[in-house]
């Protein structure tokens, strides 16, 4: 828990230009301009988040909290990546409300279909089953950048994560994980906190 502590009080209390933070009813995230994505994401899953019946969305929407610079929904149009959420939409299944604002554009980056259809998913769908087995969790989630990707995709220029992080607390041990996007031979499981 230590170290989940102090990335939770680093994250929470960087200031940097051209960020904004904005609390959801169901995440937090602290927003960046300069790449139109999120720095971090973060939330407490637990199990009645994720019996809801709240439908599926099909569009993105800016977030109206976010003041500063942000992407669209059409930016991702034809770009061959999928618009990867942070906080997982059936995390939000249990009101319209948070499952609209699992929609806002301050939640969502650039992933390789390959990813977020893949080995994010299925994380995100373990984090579920543990809910569901009386557990809390409290994850972090977001970008990884790299020199060596300068990637953008759309007319307002988002930045493209060579990798993603997700740090995930049960109360009793923190996990960590590392999912390469771009950037091949990168995936690492349960890699140290420190490592992230």
């Not at 933070?21 to 937090?28: C, F, K, S």
């Not at 927003?31 to 599926?56: E, Q």
């Not at 950048?145 to 049960?170: C, E, H, L, Q």
Request: glycine share 4%; charged share 25%; net charge negative.
């Amino acid at each position: 828990m230590k170290y989940l502590s102090a990335i939770l009080l680093l994250v929470v209390f960087t200031a940097v230009a051209d960020t904004q933070y904005v609390r959801h009813q169901v995440y937090r995230v602290k927003y960046d301009s300069d790449t139109k994505n999120p720095r971090w994401v973060s939330w407490v899953l637990s199990s009645n988040m994720v019996v809801g019946i709240s439908s599926r969305l099909q569009k993105f929407y800016e977030d109206p909290e976010i003041k500063i610079p942000q992407g669209t929904h059409y930016d991702y149009t034809g770009s061959g990546y999928d618009r990867g959420h942070m906080c997982p939409a059936a995390d939000n299944s249990f009101s319209q409300e948070a499952m609209k604002e699992s929609f806002y554009v301050s939640n969502i980056c650039p992933q390789l279909p390959r990813l977020n259809r893949g080995r994010w998913k299925s994380l995100e769908e373990e984090c579920r089953r543990r809910v569901l087995q009386d557990d809390t969790l409290v994850i972090v989630a977001g970008p990884i950048y790299s020199d060596s990707v300068d990637d953008t995709i759309g007319v307002n220029k988002i930045k493209v994560p060579a990798a993603f992080f997700k740090v995930i607390y049960d109360g009793r041990l923190e996990y960590a994980y590392i999912f390469s996007n771009v950037i091949t031979n990168l995936y690492e499981l349960n890699v140290s906190v420190d490592d992230v």
